[in-house]
């Protein structure tokens, strides 16, 4: 059964997580956004056509396509996660573009490369912005490489900090004589830009790159050599100091290819799977041993802790090993991303966890080691931290948290492991508010919705608003609205007592027989899907909102044996993250037990006057008074009925929109639900 799940609003202010206490069955990963971005720019930059496959649909990678549409490669959408590329065999298109690269790292840095290049090459002016965290973000490293080469680069904000001003004139040379110098222990990502740019100049002449100081994150470099020979680049390595791209080069299609799923992202599930696959093994789909990402290795550090890994060559299984957790001692300079995950599982630990060689962290999304602190301590971890350390030491007792998320991606998405905490002890398990959870939309836009997929929470952990009250009172706008305000599920079961009610019209059945109607609602073939309710398949959103429908739905919803027939199928809705239920009975017969529950209200002559408007602007024509009368007659039916009759539930709040805006209304149920939260907010 699918319910009525509203769609996680873009920017919706905070997520909340019920306790959760396991996990099972399969997830499939989003494509990797490191493989997606590096292969778009190659796709873009190299002679011919690239189908690329199982691409990350993401805010990175949407901007690194919106760059090169502006930059006048043709981009074709072949399917939801397939797009066919037409390169620019190396030479501009446009002379001139400004382009916003939003916070994607993987897409400023190396387009920054090449457009200088090419500028120098064969003249133009490029603009490159980002938004306020981006113009944070250093790239002074990558302009001090390229500028030496003749590269005309301007720094208009800050020195060293995006935006960029690139530009040139036709006919350029670049000064390729020396080695080109770049350091490599801030970032990788200079390296690999000017990995990605070089070769644009390298039809000559060999270039070589020389990397001053420890290059960290090396398995992204790893990545880098490895998508630049499957577009016909070979780029000689010696050690981790110098690399040739040899004279003679030239960027070629591979044609087609497939981007695997994103190791990064396998993370947060194989913690999952190490703190909550009790049962049997979580399945994760999309990476495996055979994987090019350096993340990829996160393996060995969870088995270190205690998850017990089996790899094939893109899939893995996980469940839990060692309980709890062990503490580790880990330089976690090779998995910089996943490492945070690290610290999260920290949280389920026999003792303190500790990351070093992690100083990256405080130049991504956000300094991640101070929010990472920050955001720990509040759930009650003693966490330490250093220029480029981290420690942590579990909660001895867990506090319900409101988690800041920075922006940060990977902040939201390891925020929403402590969400086990009742694994580890918590009395009573505690939920988790992430604040701003659509920040996940930079690499995994569904990642909560896979992860409450996989994840299970008791039934009782999970918390219900309940909104009854008389016809067109304005329930199920409410209900809808708070359900997409809070990311949670929405039950209309007045829609269950209209389905029954068509089915039984179709079927031609005796309205009066009870036993025939509760046989028809026991086995209702219902789904809602999308704000649309199906009947075996087949839409009836609009059918069951008919008069006749209505009118027989009021009959047999006061038979006691379809009532019942319904009662499953209803507390069947109950799934994490939440639910709001709308009706006549939900606080007082089918969630006696809702954390709020609203007895909505409006005049009879309002009521009568909103229907009356909507059947209008439906194109249906409709007598005022008579439609007062009606609702009036369905209420005192509803009300007198002696089965689950319509009325407050005794600890229900009234709420009377005769005189409210619907948001107003939302706002105030908001407010009422802000009243039973525990989290504190700091
Ligand atoms: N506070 C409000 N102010 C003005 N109009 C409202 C308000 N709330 C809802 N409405 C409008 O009233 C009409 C009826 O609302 P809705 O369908 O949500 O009622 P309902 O109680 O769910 O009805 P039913 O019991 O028939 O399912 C809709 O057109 C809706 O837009
Ligand atoms: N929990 C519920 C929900 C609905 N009903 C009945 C009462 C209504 O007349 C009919 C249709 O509901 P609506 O779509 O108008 O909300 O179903 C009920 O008895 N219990």
Redo the contacts with the bound molecule.
């Keep these: 059964m699918e319910s009525h799940r509203a769609e996680t609003a873009p920017r919706q202010p905070f997520l909340d997580l019920p306790p959760l206490n396991g996990v099972a069955g399969t997830v499939r990963l989003p494509g990797s956004k490191s493989i997606s971005n590096r292969v778009l720019l190659l796709a873009g930059l190299c002679a011919g056509t690239t189908a690329v496959h199982d691409l990350l649909d993401s805010d990175d990678t949407r901007v690194m396509l919106d760059a090169l549409a502006a930059l006048g490669c043709d981009i074709e959408r072949l399917g939801p996660s397939s797009v066919r590329v037409q390169g620019l065999d190396g030479r501009l298109r446009v002379q001139e573009a400004r382009l916003f690269l939003g916070n994607a790292g993987t897409a400023m840095r190396p387009l920054a490369a090449a457009l200088a290049v090419l500028a120098t090459l064969q003249g133009g002016r490029f603009e490159l912005a980002g938004v306020a965290r981006m113009h944070e973000r250093p790239i002074g490293d990558l302009v001090d490489a390229l500028r030496p080469l003749g590269c005309n680069i301007a720094c208009p904000g800050n020195e060293g900090y995006p935006p960029l001003r690139l530009s040139g004139s036709a006919g350029g040379a670049l000064a390729l004589d020396a080695p080109v110098r770049v350091r490599g222990d801030v970032s990788s990502q200079f390296l690999t830009a000017l990995l990605m740019a070089l070769p644009l100049a390298a039809a000559e002449r060999a270039v070589v790159i020389e990397v001053e100081g420890e290059l960290i994150s090396r398995p992204y470099v790893e990545i880098t050599l490895n998508l630049l020979a499957r577009f016909g680049i070979d780029v000689r390595r010696e050690g981790w100091q110098r690399f040739t791209i040899p004279a003679g080069s030239a960027y070629r299609s591979p044609g087609a290819i497939h981007v695997e799923g994103d190791a990064s992202s396998a993370s947060y599930f194989i913690a999952a799977g190490a703190i909550a696959a009790t049962a049997a093994p979580l399945r994760i789909e999309g990476v495996g041993a055979d994987s090019i990402q350096g993340d990829i290795h996160f393996i060995e550090a969870a088995r270190a802790m205690g998850a017990e890994v089996l790899t094939g060559p893109n899939w893995l299984e996980v469940q839990r090993g060692a309980w709890p957790l062990r503490a580790i001692d880990l330089d976690a300079n090779h998995i910089p991303d996943a490492a945070m995950t690290l610290a999260v599982m920290g949280l389920y630990a026999d003792g303190r966890t500790r990351l070093h060689n992690i100083a990256s962290w405080r130049v991504k999304e956000t300094d991640r080691i101070s929010a990472m602190a920050t955001e720990l301590r509040k759930f009650g971890a003693m966490v330490d931290e250093g220029e480029d350390w981290l420690s942590i030491e579990p909660p001895s007792h867990w506090h319900a948290a409101a988690i800041h998320t920075y922006d940060d991606h990977r902040m939201a998405m390891c925020a929403s492991l402590a969400a086990f905490n009742g694994l580890a002890g918590a009395t009573p398990p505690v939920p988790v508010r992430v604040l701003d959870p659509g920040c996940v939309a930079k690499t995994f836009p569904t990642y909560f919705d896979a992860l409450l997929g996989v994840a299970t929470a008791s039934q009782q952990q999970v918390p219900v608003i309940t909104v009854d009250g008389p016809?067109a009172s304005g329930?199920g706008t409410l209900s809808s609205e708070l359900a997409a305000a809070l990311g949670y599920h929405h039950l209309d079961?007045?829609?269950l007592?209209?389905a029954t009610a068509l089915a039984v019209l179709e079927a031609g059945a005796d309205a009066g027989n009870e036993a025939a109607v509760a046989a028809l609602a026991a086995r209702l073939p219902i789904r809602f899907e999308l704000q649309r309710v199906l009947l075996e398949g087949i839409d009836v959103s609009d059918r069951l909102r008919e008069e006749r429908v209505?009118l027989l739905?009021?009959q047999i919803?006061a038979l006691p044996a379809v009532r019942a027939a319904l009662v499953e199928l209803q507390l069947g809705f109950r799934r994490a993250p939440g639910l709001v239920a709308d009706?006549?009975?939900?606080g007082t017969v089918i969630f006696p037990g809702a954390a709020l529950k609203v007895f909505l209200t409006a005049s009879a002559a309002q009521r009568a006057e909103r229907r009356h408007k909507q059947l209008i602007s439906k194109g249906i024509s409709a007598n005022l008074d008579s439609l007062r009368a009606d609702l009036e007659a369905?209420d005192a039916r509803?009300m007198q009925r002696s089965a689950a009759p319509l009325r407050p539930a005794q600890d229900a709040r009234l709420l009377d929109n005769s005189a409210l805006s619907i948001e107003a209304s939302v706002e105030q149920v908001l407010a009422w639900w802000e009243d039973v939260q525990p989290f504190a907010t700091r």
């Design positions: 016809t329930k079961s007045g829609a007592y209209r209505g739905a009021s919803s009706g006549r009975d939900m369905r509803d």
